[in-house]
Structures are given as C-alpha cells and as structure tokens.
C-alpha cells in the first residue's frame, strides 16, 4: 500500500519523487541504526520507481541517471557503514 501512495504522491505534487525523498531521508540520517534501515527503505524504494519505469514513459529523461546515481551512493554509504562502524560523515 505504501507504493501506491508513493506513487500517487509523487505524480499529483510537485517537487521531488516519492523515491527521491525516502533517498533523502536515508542521505542524511544521523543515527547508524535509522541509517542501515532508512538506506534499506530507500534502495526498495528505487528498486520499485525502476520496475515502474519499465512499464511507463519517463517523465523526467533524468530521472534513471538520478536512480542509478542514488543507488551507487546509498551502496557506498552501506559500504563505508560496514568498514569503519561509523557513518561517512562522522
């Protein structure tokens, strides 16, 4: 139910997709525990804006690039987590 929502939000109002704000959240969340889970939310979420796009035209020709980039970065981020114990920006 929550993708529907997603979804519908993000065709009805203006400003960033659904997708891109799950991402944003995960990009600047400060506690490690939220982070692991805000990252995995986020990856879900642009794992299903992908499988849209496969069924639907491109609204914005540049919003695969913007997944694919937000879907590299969230990987670093996962990577650094993993590594280190402490998040890329501490």
Excluded: C
């Amino acid at each position: 139910m929550e993708q529907i929502s997603q979804s519908r939000t993000s065709n009805s109002t203006p400003g960033p997709p659904g997708w891109y704000r799950t991402y944003f959240s995960a990009v600047v969340e400060s506690d490690r525990e939220k982070a692991l889970s805000e990252i995995a939310r986020a990856q879900k979420a642009i794992q299903e804006r992908v499988a849209e796009l496969r069924h639907t035209p491109l609204n914005n020709p540049r919003e695969r690039q913007d997944l694919d980039n937000a879907s590299i970065y969230l990987g670093i981020l996962l990577q650094h987590i993993g590594k280190t114990g402490s998040l890329l920006w501490d």
